[in-house]
């Protein structure tokens, strides 16, 4: 049964890709499908998160769940998240903190550096003595980490965020997944077998492959993500959101994930 929202607090979230529709109703965020199938990407994944290391190690991740939303007159697949701000909280991106803590030159000093982990430390440095928050270079690596694990290349410094909480800051949730599992299918057609399309990924924000980002960040500090969920556990993870779409391509769009995400995992495995 879709849902009826008539919120008025529609916004277009930017991203390299386009701008994904977005609002907050009812102490949840609501999210529709741009050019494939976001939803579910950001579904399964916060669902693979449930299997990782990543609570042991400190940080939260955000749990999303699948919608069919009734919006402009028309039924759209989706998703929604909880809404984990206080009321005296707020987001700052990474790009908005290093424009104001560093300078508007800010993107140049970072260019400047020899190589990627250079430009790493770099940006960890400046985020630790703006924010005081001495474990970002780790949580960074995690970040990365995750995003190679379900290739998610649109992961730019306007979705890298930390909390603002009054006088201190703290870890954001890890969250915005929709552009991962090839879920773009404008940009990786679904006709094209999905590892020709994962040998094309580039990985932001450094601009390179997820292998060499990845490595660049842990050779700093150290690796950080686990992971214990298996074949079955992707699939039933799979089983509830590919009901949301179409029956012609629920087989073409498990087979993308499922390749996307076993590759990425052996090639996350090398040291």
């Known amino acids: 049964m879709p849902m009826k929202l008539t919120t008025k607090s529609r916004i277009a979230e930017t991203s390299s890709k386009g701008n994904q529709e977005k609002w907050s109703e009812n102490g949840r965020w609501y999210k529709l499908d741009l050019f494939g199938y976001e939803g579910?990407?950001?579904?399964?994944?916060?669902?693979?998160?449930?299997?990782?290391?990543v609570r042991d190690l400190g940080f939260e991740?955000?749990?999303?769940?699948?919608?069919r939303l009734e919006v402009h007159r028309r039924?759209?697949?989706?998703?929604?998240s909880q809404n984990f701000l206080q009321p005296q909280d707020s987001i700052i991106t990474l790009a908005d903190l290093l424009l104001k803590g560093v300078g508007p030159?800010?993107?140049r000093q970072a260019g400047k550096q020899p190589n990627l982990s250079s430009k790493v430390r770099w940006i960890v440095e400046q985020v630790q003595r703006l924010t005081g928050l001495s474990r970002f270079g780790e949580y960074l690596t995690l970040l990365f980490e995750i995003d190679m694990?379900?290739?998610n290349e649109d992961r730019h410094l306007n979705n890298i965020t930390v909390l603002r909480k009054e006088d201190r800051f703290d870890y954001c949730p890890i969250f915005d997944f929709g552009a991962g599992l090839l879920s773009n299918v404008r940009d990786y057609p679904?006709?094209?077998e999905p590892e020709q399309h994962l040998k094309m990924l580039r990985a932001r924000p450094l601009e390179t492959t997820f292998y060499r980002q990845v490595q660049a960040s842990r050779v700093l500090y150290g690796p950080q993500l686990e992971?214990?969920?298996?074949?079955?556990?992707?699939q039933e993870a799979l089983s509830e959101p590919l009901?949301?779409?179409?029956?012609?391509?629920?087989?073409?769009?498990?087979d993308r994930v499922e390749t996307c995400v076993m590759a990425q995992q052996k090639r996350l495995s090398i040291d």
């Open 40 to 53: 579910l990407s950001e579904t399964v994944t916060s669902s693979l998160l449930e299997k990782t290391n």
């Open 61 to 67: 991740y955000v749990p999303y769940r699948m919608e």
């Open 75 to 80: 039924t759209r697949n989706g998703c929604s």
């Open 105 to 107: 030159d800010w993107q």
């Open 149 to 151: 694990l379900v290739a």
């Open 190 to 192: 679904m006709d094209i």
């Open 227 to 234: 992971w214990n969920f298996t074949v079955l556990d992707l």
């Open 243 to 254: 009901q949301y779409y179409a029956e012609r391509d629920t087989s073409y769009i498990k």
